[in-house]
């Protein structure tokens, strides 16, 4: 409801004007009275009301003075003055305060009813209008960075004539004064990485931030726009001046939005183009500059250049040999590691001088690991242990944004299935040797050799003396003899068998033999052991 507050120093008066008139049918509710101005102002700290009616003639402070008041401290509220003939030299200044109207007295009912729904409904049209006007710029606000987007997709086709541009600019209040205009394309470092870890909405917070840095640092130097791009891409479009240097401005973004927001950004910036209706070949250049990124690093400022090489050569580029690729899974099925890192850094070697597009990288990446894998299965591993599950190469490489985090990624995971391998292969070194221990007790009685225990667990005699001696730490024939010298000690300790039969017992059947083995182990004859 419309709310109006009545101040007259005399009370029939205000009370005549609140009861003879029925306000409410007019959607007009009497707020507050007061008898004077300085009154009047008291209780507009307290009560809002949108009208103020009041008499020109009364102590304290009068209509003029409190008008003055309530136009500098509040200044929505409307004023309607009335005085009797005499007074009517005071509508001029009353006028000039911006009084909204002045009325004569007596005022009929009529006249006040008209005067007061008549600023009544301009103040709704008004707020009406405020209320449009601000949603409207709030939503062209919230997608400005989308329509801006559109727009620099629509310069980029060059689908806009020199009018249709400059008529674009107007609607979006884009001043772009230079004599050239250049593109700079920002990308977020690891953004795959970074927002695999946020909410939507934190990481539209971050986006949002690193546009707001890039466009309040590009505009204070510079007329233009920044929109949004690809995923984790910004685009600028700036109108260059001889004054100010584009890459210190750049830095600048760089160092900002390191210190609020600690993240890192690439920045690839075009050659300059003398019109707008150009713009696509410095964003071209932006985005070809840009690429450095993959060989070079993240957190740089790229600058196109005319002598860097196009990436878009037509000129066909090596994929990795099938001989390499072959020799790999060799290496790792012999676990010859020296031979399989060497490949490894070869293969990284020969991607890095050659200069490739990422694009190529990737794909020879995504071969390279799915080949680790299948070799994995065909000895019998899983590859969840190192690469998770699900895992998919083509979606799992597309996180990664230069070559050295690719490469370092691919290295790891090399490095954990040969370390896989191996705590796999030394699992079947412990169960070989065990079930070779088992076997051995109980036939150490008999004349057994190390090739007859290699073919009981299935393996290699040079292969089982290897792994006997890596798990035991002492070769095969040593550990057989010190068991069957243990045995016969503990014979003789716990029977009263002639010593001949103590060493067929133990697998000796030359008695001299077994008597100068026992010597060199334990310092003793078998005689003298048992009678000391």
Known sequence: MF??????????????????????EHGIGIAAEAGNGKDALEKLARQKVDLVLADIRMPVMNGIELSEQIKTLYPDISIVLLSGYEDFAYAKAALQIGVDNYLLKPATAESLVSVITGIRDKKREEQLRRSKEMNRIRILNENLPYIKYAFMNSLLKKELSPEEIEQRLKTLQIPLDGSEYQVVLINIDDYAMFSEKLSQKENEAFKFAVFNIAEETLLAYFTGFVCYGELNRLIALVATRKVHSLYAVCEEIQISIKRYLKLSVTMGIGLPCASLSDIRRSYSEADQALKE?????????????????????????????????????????????PAFHRTIDEFFGRLASGNPPFEEVKSACVRLIVLLIQTLEEMGFRPDPIFGSPFIPHVAIERFEVLADLEAWVRRSAEGICRMIEENQRDTYKRTVKEAIQYIESHYGEPISLGQVADYVKVTPAYFSKIFKEET??????????????????????????TYEIAEKVGYYDYKYFSNTF??????????????
């Open 3 to 24: 709310s109006m507050m009545i101040v007259d120093d005399e009370p029939l008066v205000r009370k005549g004007i609140a009861t003879s008139i029925e306000w409410d």
């Open 293 to 337: 990124k993959v060989y070079q690093g993240k957190g740089k400022i790229f600058l196109y250049s005319k002598e860097r090489r196009a990436e878009d050569m037509s000129e066909e580029r090596a994929s990795p040999p099938t001989t390499e690729e072959r020799a790999l899974a060799q290496y790792l099925k012999l676990m010859n590691v």
């Open 473 to 498: 730490g002492i070769p095969f024939v040593k550990w057989l003899t010190r068991l069957r010298i243990e045995k016969a000690k503990a014979l003789l300790r716990e029977t009263r068998l002639k």
């Open 519 to 532: 010597r060199q182990y334990t310092g003793f004859s078998p005689r003298d052991y048992r009678n000391r």
